[in-house]
Nanobody, 116 residues
Framework: QVQLVQSGGGTVQAGGSLRLSCAASGDTICISAMGWYRQAPGKERELVAAITSGGGTNYADSVKGRFTISRDNAKNTLYLQMNSLKPEDTAVYYC??????????WGQGTQVTVSS
């Protein structure tokens, strides 16, 4: 079992920055990849960014060049640095961990609101 506890988020004006953190505990050795998802009201949950245990990353087209995913393996913590935020980035953000092929473990979610 893996437990994920998120921190960060909040409200920021358009063009501003926020950083999300996700601390993992438990059987973290089984994690092969971690990611950040978001869900806006009335929309499906979407993958924003992901990072493998080897450090490979991928991003949704909508956040490329603005968001950066990183992980500190020594601290078992995942980060999402969000710059140049836009109102359309407003959503609940979730971190997730993937032991094999699916994201089986989820954080509690944190609200990010970007005002125009």
């Amino acid at each position: 079992q893996v437990q994920l506890v998120q921190s960060g988020g909040g409200t920021v004006q358009a063009g501003g920055s926020l950083r999300l953190s996700c601390a993992a505990s438990g059987d973290t050795i089984c994690i092969s990849a971690m990611g950040w998802y978001r869900q806006a009201p009335g929309k499906e949950r979407e993958l924003v960014a992901a990072i493998t245990s080897g450090g490979g990353t991928n991003y949704a087209d909508s956040v490329k060049g603005r968001f950066t995913i990183s992980r500190d393996n020594a601290k078992n913590t995942l980060y999402l640095q969000m710059n140049s935020l836009k109102p359309e980035d407003t959503a609940v953000y979730y971190c997730a961990a993937r032991p094999a092929t699916t994201y089986d473990y989820w954080g509690q979610g944190t609200q990010v609101t970007v005002s125009s």
